[in-house]
């Protein structure tokens, strides 16, 4: 009998800890398909962050290392120095990415370094049982910002394609969301396109995945893929930032 | 004989790690360590190393775990601020028994401090290099050719025991030149199936993780590394014994430090003081038998120090009340000087006045 | 102590290359030596000084703050050094620059015009260089010879062409009479 579908080799057997309704199941078996349809799973070394995605070495079926909050790059940056030949990638959150490890982020990809970063934004902290992150929207309400967040006095939410996309060596940046099939269908491929651009060596490359929160937002997982319809894509555009794969970042 | 080289300690110090293997240096540029990076700049373009200047020291240490953790022989070096961001990934480090070289130059602290040489960092080095239970390798040289020998020793026993090693050295030993020579040593090979390298399709994946949710296992893991920690206690000590045959007084000191008492030992023993000096060369493992061995057999101690007082607790420690310690130091980039130790030891057996 | 020398001027007058060529003597001789620069958070024109001991015993304090030698090419050097100088030591005085008369009668002092011997032998920026070989002559550290072969190992590649002013600066310190 011919097999039709089958649970992706990328992904350990391992239950996942994740809440009910989060997307980061749909998006580590994203990672994951991709992985192994571009014949890359038994080369790759995956890093994972500090927060939900903590546990992620334990998910991914491949070589893995935790990193420090926020450090993901830089230990990504230690692996691929030293293993130019293999694929590394890094999960990593919006607390992880956009705040305590802002400046890995920014120098990992102003330097061009060649690793793929899967940037999971959720707009609020989930380990930590739902704090404001640097992504929060302008008014929302968390459990540090208990009146919504006022952008007067804790800042405006960071767009990190957006910036990621006016330096030199990031390769491909895309804001994807995989809160509908088409969307989910748009993201992996976004992924695929990411991870081909380090295995023909064009430099830094980032997906930005519009996550939900529904245990953290308050709200059933349904309302959830709903609010990042109406709250977080008008936000966070989606679309691809930056696409220097033609002739990548470090071509003379 | 290998040829004799007249070098920098921080120049020295690079290529006895790239002579050990090491071919992957993370840097951020503080002084008066500069020279380590500058030389590794200039040197791993040329060998198909890696020289990457990091956008800070939590960036470097956090490059070297990356580093690390595919089994290759990686460094960083810094000096004492620098040494306080990088605290995060040598606990991290540690907690997933990596081994790795790291370097400290030290100057006076705390906060920005100075930048002249100090020996303030010893309780941060031995005693709490990251939060966590847990221990790093410390060296102290005291001369050009032991951080040579040393660079070489600290990357066969991070490897050997699967932990960092830090170099504990200081602005006046990075600074100075002597001559030194290279010994051709074959790096030794050490077991690294845990390396991240791709499972190739041949083993399950390999995970370096510091993280422990059940605390029976984290206190499991932690009690198999203090295993390991005994083990080091009891083999790898390193210790000089200096004129202490018939010495009835001794004087504990360590790194560049140790110079200037030895040159007060000398005086000391020219007016007719029966004073020897003991020098840690490992800070941890602290050879806290050889001196307590010694303890019983004293009138007094002295600990010198440049830093308020630091290995002095140690030794105290170590002699248990066997016999009295005393100690002397400057801090804040101010070196004792070889007549300030004569009158300190001249004090302490009652010779002075 | 074979050599025990503290050399004190401004940073660009070649204090550390002074002492790095007597360091590089001890080499060719395959003596023990150290030399120790201060250093300070200034890259060009601040103070800079810089010990070099030598010795066929292994050495101990590296740092030189009573030297039996003293080099001072700077008028605040010398107020700085004068007073540390070990009785019975010697000190040399760049008196194209240093106005002073050390009033010492325990040391032995040294005068010797070295910037203004280098201006008019066209050796500008050798007065170090001039001061060495006449250190070279008044303590005996090591030879001439064995100096010259010390210049030519601290001259590097790209500059190989300095060694001859370098070696003319050296005999004309050493045949310097006051």
Known sequence: ?252 | MAEKFLMKGNEALAEAAIRSGCRHFFGYPITPQTEVAAYMAKRMPKIGGTYLQAESEIAAINMVLGCASTGARAMTSSSSPGISLKGEGISYIIGSDLPCLIINVMRGGPGLGGIQPSQADYWQATKAPGHGDGQILVFAPSSVQEIVDLVAKAYDLAETYRMPAMLLADGMLGQMMEPVEFPEVEPAVHDKSWALTGTKGKRKPNIINSLYLQPKELEDTVKARFKRYEIIQEKEVMIEEYKMEDAEYAVCAYGAMARIVKTAVVKAREKGIKVGLLRPITLWPFPQKEIAAYGPKMKSMLCVEMSMGQMVEDVRLAVNGSCPVSFFGHTGGVIPSPAEVLAEIEKMAGGAN | MILNMLIAGFGGQGVLFMGKVAAYTAMVQDRNVSWLPSYGPEMRGGTANCSVCIDDEPIGCPLVLEPETLVVLNAPSYDKFVGSVQPGGKIFIDSALIDAKCDRADITAYYIPCTQMAKDEGLDGLANIIMLGKVLRETGFTTFEVLCEAMKKCVPAKKAHLVEANLKALKLGFDYAE
């Open chain 1, 1 to 252: 009998m011919a097999i039709v579908f089958q649970k992706t080799k990328g992904l350990t057997d391992k239950e996942t800890h994740y809440c009910p309704g989060c997307t980061h199941g749909i998006i580590h078996r994203l990672v994951a398909e991709c992985l192994e349809e571009l014949g890359v799973l038994d080369n790759a070394i995956g890093v994972a962050p500090v927060g939900c995605a903590v546990m992620a070495y334990d998910y991914f079926n491949c070589d893995m290392v935790e990193a420090p909050h926020g450090r993901a790059p830089a230990v990504a940056t230690g692996i691929k120095r030293s293993l130019p030949d293999n694929f590394v990638f890094t999960y990593q959150g919006d607390g992880d990415l956009a705040a305590i490890g802002t400046a890995e982020t920014v120098h990992s990809a102003t330097r061009g370094e060649n690793i793929t970063v899967i940037f999971v934004n959720n707009a609020i902290y989930g380990m930590t049982g739902g704090q404001m992150a640097p992504t929060t929207l302008p008014g929302q309400v968390t459990q540090t910002t208990p009146y919504g967040r006022d952008v007067n006095y804790s800042g405006f939410p960071v767009r990190v394609c957006e910036m990621l996309s006016t330096l030199s060596g990031v390769a491909y940046a895309e804001r994807v969301a995989v809160n509908n099939v088409p969307n989910i269908r748009k993201a992996k491929a976004a992924i695929k396109k990411a991870f081909q651009a380090q295995i023909d060596k064009k430099g830094f490359s980032i997906i930005e995945v519009i996550s939900a929160c529904p245990t953290n937002w308050g709200m059933t997982p349904v309302e959830a893929l709903k609010w990042i319809d109406d709250n977080m894509i008008p936000y966070y555009p989606l679309g691809v930032y930056k696409d220097a794969t033609e002739k990548g970042v470090h071509a003379e």
